[in-house]
């Protein structure tokens, strides 16, 4: 398989879509195009891509997940696997727990809202109950605060500092600190959901860790 096949593959293993596809593009090569890469810099991206969770597999492998919901139900899912609630982030895993939220055998089947919000619902309870997600609508601060990646890291930022307790003022000063070593920014420029792909998935790593998974 060519470094730009992978490529394409992988992102669709991930459930990234274009617009997270082109943030990662840009935060590996500085190139927003897999197309405009050399050879060198789509394997960097490939590295990137395995680093993330992408597995390459032989020819029989596991096509993508279909359904106008699976892109959401399996980045909530890589959420909650990198809060280590999720032990296997495999597809796999997550069709087994869409079929005991919903009876249904794969998230093709779910074609209505009220279809998938069982399984919607009970996932972010999941991750609220277990990693301490607030998934409260406020409607008095910026949009960007709503992102579910952005309360992720938020949860994933607490768990990482238990010994701050409660103290609302000293969590925010250290998720800053969090965020700026990972690649220098703080909260203002993280204004799409893309934005929080890499943040969650490097503190995803120290959560899983920290657990020992």
């Known amino acids: 398989m060519t470094a730009l096949r992978a490529i394409h593959v992988g992102c669709r293993q991930l459930g990234l879509d274009e617009d997270m596809r082109r943030g990662l593009y840009v935060r590996v090569t500085g190139k927003a195009s897999a197309k405009d890469m050399s050879e060198a810099e789509q394997r960097k991206v490939v590295e ?3 680093r993330q969770g992408f597995k390459q597999a032989s020819k ?8 106008k919901f699976a892109k959401k139900l399996q980045a909530l899912w890589i959420g909650a696997w990198n809060l280590g ?3 296997n982030r495999d597809d796999a895993a997550l069709l087994a727990f869409v079929k005991r939220q919903t009876g249904l055998d794969h998230t093709r089947f779910l074609h209505h ?10 996932l972010k309870a999941w991750m609220a ?4 997600v607030d998934w409260t609508v406020e409607r008095a601060r910026p949009d960007w605060t709503q992102l579910a990646g952005y309360r992720i ?24 600190r969090l965020l700026g070593e990972i690649d220098g920014q703080y909260l203002a420029p993280r204004t799409e959901e ?4 890499p943040v969650m998935n490097e503190l995803g790593e120290r959560v899983r860790a920290m657990k020992g998974g």
């Open 48 to 50: 990137e891509l395995r």
């Open 60 to 67: 029989g492998s596991r096509k993508a997940l279909e359904g």
């Open 85 to 87: 609630l999720v032990r």
């Open 113 to 122: 809202a009220q279809d998938a919000r069982a399984a919607i619902e009970a």
């Open 129 to 132: 109950r277990g990693a301490g």
């Open 153 to 176: 890291a938020q949860a994933q930022s607490r768990l990482l500092h238990p010994h701050l307790g409660d103290n609302a003022y000293l969590q925010r000063i250290a998720f800053q």
């Open 194 to 197: 893309a934005n929080w792909i």
